[in-house]
């Protein structure tokens, strides 16, 4: 049994030519051992990273300063997806980059299948999380491979976006505690992580030429704060700029984004590189802020060389690119140590297996159950429906974060084993919609699998399930009054028969312990306790971004014109019922709150709580007959005066409790919390007034709720 925290801190506040490559970058330097410490200074360690930065800067040549600032292509190695070359002659390790975000990426064979990011994200389980990023660091590093492409931390704003499942949700804070427990994990394993996609990706319909249109106030409070807190408290090595404009002007050559939030604001010393066909420029890049041009050299090879050549670029400007590519590079020690792995490495093993299942049982989420038809008795007959629960399980989602699953167990085939001699297991793929109905007829159960072919570089045209799956239901649904619905989706479905049956689960993509995982929850071995990282609403109209101006835009410009009413902020603002809301999942179990107590926190500099400024404290029980675990989420509502939206999550924790058992939760809320982004003054303020706390399990289920003023009891 996984040990949750119980203690979850909120975010805190806070073409040209092509340049001819000398022979000594051929070598792909993995092992840069110091040869001799006097002629190489930089190999110092007791050094710091910028001081080891600064030194070797000093003795790089012009043209291999060029080489660090951009990938080649084709790639001399195999394997990865970028790579730069190495430097002998100064012992600069090569970069070898892969995409990971649910398992090493780029075709690798002999490695894990994790369920999708949102699915992990699902568990709302911090440790989880960072237990998901060591593995797929570990994976990466053993790969050979030191820059992992990932995580992908987006706030979803379109629930048709494509990548909707590689991120973790449409809640700043939340996606940045997500983040910050991913980054951590794969960096503690080798790899140098990169944050992406770096900033408003959030769609894929016209994503090389859309032009995100974000006041600075929604920028600053809705989509900044994951990259924020993964550089201040995630450390984490590198960003990746999108492919779209924000205000006019493509990410990857933003300055107010890139050298304005990143290097200004928050000091960042990591390096900024391009998406694979992101960059647009050569001195508007430089000057804007990206470092690296991704994959490869026609705007930073020998143009980039010609324009300091020229006078254009100065050195100086050239050498803080550098030095924002190496320092990353220092403190993660890739000088000091190598790396033995490579792209042919095994690195599955029997942990990993057993990991993913566990990832894809904590993030399945128990939607509907009605009557506690599940979990389900063991002699039950049971029918199975659907291509995803046959011989085509969904376990993944496509585009760059595919991964080559090493088995995928099918929900049929994890059923069967479970229910073993017990109970007679049917199949119908569901393609006869008659021969369906026959077969739904003939057993007690009938569980109907449905999916979404959801990928980078198209959004999903609707949230209607494809082709003919809600007939499927239906016609199920029709003639066995005990049907359940799993979906494995990437994102939020119409449910146009939620009604007409009994029960629904999400898994999402769960990776390639997909059977083993949902017979675990549908039979009750496993007690779900996750919950939507996102809204799914009730109708097409009554989404935040219903608007064609909104998504995908109209004449290339995409209006965010719901401003700070992203997700159940919109739901709650505009008083839309959802389907199912955000931080809601049920349990086989039942919870209750009790006895909230908010008070202003004591300033204890020497425990790191220094940042708290209000202490929520209140009970959880376990009211109900099984063990099982609860989220407990706090949000705070604003005066009306500060414009802000009804309440936003501010901090959670994840209790497990045996039967009966009551648990305290004590829980800190920073200044970030209770401010707002004023943006006549570019900052954060937080005004005097009386905010409200609410606590609950859901965005709709606050039952608990306290008020505290702030400001006049600083
Ligand atoms: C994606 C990135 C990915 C890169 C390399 C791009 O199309 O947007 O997320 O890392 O390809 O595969």
Not at 5 to 22: F, N, T
Not at 153 to 159: A, E, H, L, Q, T
Not at 628 to 639: D, L, M, N, S, T
Request: aromatic letters at 8%.
């Amino acid at each position: 049994m996984r040990r949750f925290m119980h203690l979850v801190g909120c975010l805190l506040i806070g073409a040209g030519a092509l340049l001819s490559v000398p022979a000594l970058w051929a070598a792909d330097v993995i092992s840069t051992a110091a040869k001799d410490q006097a002629s190489r200074p930089w190999m110092n360690k007791s050094l710091s990273p910028v001081q080891r930065a600064n030194l070797l800067i000093k003795e790089m040549t012009l043209d291999e300063k060029i080489v660090m600032m951009h990938g080649v292509s084709p790639i001399p190695v195999k394997g990865y997806v970028g790579y730069v070359p190495g430097n002998a002659r100064l012992g600069i390790p090569a970069l070898r980059l892969a995409d990971g975000r649910a398992g090493v990426g780029n075709g690798a064979r002999d490695i894990t299948l994790l369920p999708a990011p949102i699915a992990v994200a699902s568990s709302w389980d911090l440790g989880l999380i960072n237990e998901y990023g060591k593995v797929l660091g570990q994976e990466q590093w053993a790969k050979g491979t030191n820059v992992e492409l990932g995580p992908t931390i987006d706030v979803v704003r379109v629930p048709e976006w494509g990548r909707t499942f590689e991120s973790y949700g449409e809640d700043p804070t939340f996606n940045a505690q997500m983040a910050v427990a991913e980054i951590k994990g794969i960096q503690s394993q080798g790899p140098i992580a990169d944050a992406n996609m770096y900033m408003t990706m959030n769609q894929e319909s016209n994503r090389f030429k859309e032009d995100s249109i974000v006041d600075e106030r929604t920028l600053r409070e809705i989509y900044f704060p994951p990259y924020e807190a993964s550089i201040l408290d995630g450390h984490v090595g590198t960003l990746m700029c999108a492919y779209v404009k924000t205000n006019g002007i493509y990410s990857c050559e933003n300055p107010e984004i890139l050298n304005g939030f990143l290097r200004k604001l928050l000091n960042f010393d990591g390096w900024v590189m391009s998406d694979w066909g992101a960059t647009h420029s050569t001195i508007g890049s430089v000057t804007g802020g990206l470092d690296q041009q991704m994959p490869d050299d026609t705007f930073y090879g020998a143009p980039l060389k010609a324009a300091v050549l020229k006078g254009d670029v100065s050195v100086a400007a050239l050498d803080e690119h550098i030095r924002d590519i190496l320092v990353p590079i220092f403190r993660q020690g890739l000088f000091d140590k190598s790396q033995p792995g490579n792209w042919e490495a095994n690195v599955r093993s029997p942990e990993h297996d057993s990991f993913s299942r566990e990832v894809a049982e904590q993030g399945t989420i128990l939607l509907k159950n009605d009557k506690n038809l599940l979990p389900l008795p063991a002699k039950s007959s049971i029918a199975v429906f659907g291509t995803a629960g046959g011989k085509e399980p969904k376990a993944e989602g496509g585009g760059s974060s595919a991964v080559v699953a090493p088995y995928i167990v099918s929900p049929l085939e994890g059923i069967r084993k479970r229910a073993g001699a017990l109970a007679q297991v049917l199949y119908a793929d569901g393609s006869d919609l008659n021969a369906a109905a026959k077969t739904a007829r003939a057993a007690e159960v009938a569980i109907v699998f449905v999916h979404t072919d959801e990928t980078e570089g198209d959004d999903r045209p609707n949230l209607k399930l494809p082709g003919a799956q809600d007939q499927l239901i239906a016609a199920v649904a029709a003639v066995n009054k005990k049907t359940i619905v799993v979906l494995d989706t990437g994102g939020p479905v119409l449910m146009p028969w939620i009604d007409a049956v009994a029960g629904v689960i999400e898994a999402w993509y769960p990776g390639q312990e997909d059977g083993n995982a949902i017979a675990a929850v549908l039979y009750g071995d496993v007690n779900p306790s996750a919950k939507l990282p996102l809204s799914f609403p009730r109708s097409a109209a009554e989404i935040p971004t219903a608007q064609l101006e909104q998504w995908p835009g109209v004449n290339g410009l995409s209006t965010y014109s719901e401003k700070l009413n992203v997700g159940y902020r919109w739901y709650d603002a505009t008083n839309t019922q959802p389907l199912f809301p955000f931080g809601f999942g049920l349990s086989y179990t039942t919870f209750k709150l009790s006895n909230l107590v908010v008070a202003p926190a004591k300033l204890d500099t020497q425990s790191g709580l220094a940042r708290g400024r209000v202490r929520v404290k209140l009970n959880v029980t376990n009211t109900g007959s099984r063990e099982g675990a609860e989220v407990v989420q706090v949000y705070v509502g604003q005066p009306a005066k500060n414009g802000e939206p009804p309440h936003q999550l501010r901090v959670f924790a994840k209790v497990q409790l045996k039967a009966g058992e009551t648990k305290p939760v004590s829980l800190l809320l920073d200044d970030r919390a209770f401010s707002i982004f004023d943006a006549s003054l570019h900052h954060w303020i937080t005004p005097d007034g009386s905010y409200e706390v609410f606590a609950g399990t859901s965005s709709r289920d606050l039952t608990l709720h306290a008020r505290i003023a702030i400001g006049q009891t600083r």
